[in-house]
């Protein structure tokens, strides 16, 4: 087997390390401001970084992957409401999408997820 220009043997006992790290930066803005509701729009930059390594003995090679931009997207929106509970606290629902993929010679991987979020917030 042959894995980032290193040769390995076949059921020789071989060392797996996968790390996978999101990095992200958020803006947003509040656009309504009411006795009742807040409204805010905003985006995020994300960074990836990943890096791939396996050894077997003396033998050891090591892949790293990282994007911010290029050839794939992603989208990730939600929509919620809250409730004050008081002190600070207020509890969250609503609903999320995340979609997004890649388009490269050695993959095409897209996806669509829909789900329920619930969050709890405090803010001192």
């Known amino acids: 087997m042959r894995f980032a220009g290193a040769d390995y043997v076949a059921g020789e006992p071989t060392e797996a390390t996968y790390t996978f790290n999101s990095y992200r930066l958020s803006y947003r803005y509040r656009v309504h401001s009411g006795a009742r509701t807040t409204g805010w729009v905003g985006f995020t930059a994300k960074i990836r970084d990943a890096v791939t390594a396996l050894e077997q003995g003396p033998t050891a090679s090591l892949d790293i992957d990282a994007l911010a931009g290029g050839p794939g997207r992603a989208e990730d929106a939600a929509l919620k409401l809250g409730y004050e509970v008081g002190d600070g606290w207020t509890v969250q629902a609503g609903y999320r999408m995340v979609e997004g993929g890649?388009?490269?010679?050695?993959?095409?991987?897209f996806a669509w997820l829909h789900y329920a979020v619930a969050s709890v917030v405090w803010r001192p």
């Open 102 to 109: 890649a388009d490269v010679d050695q993959v095409y991987a």
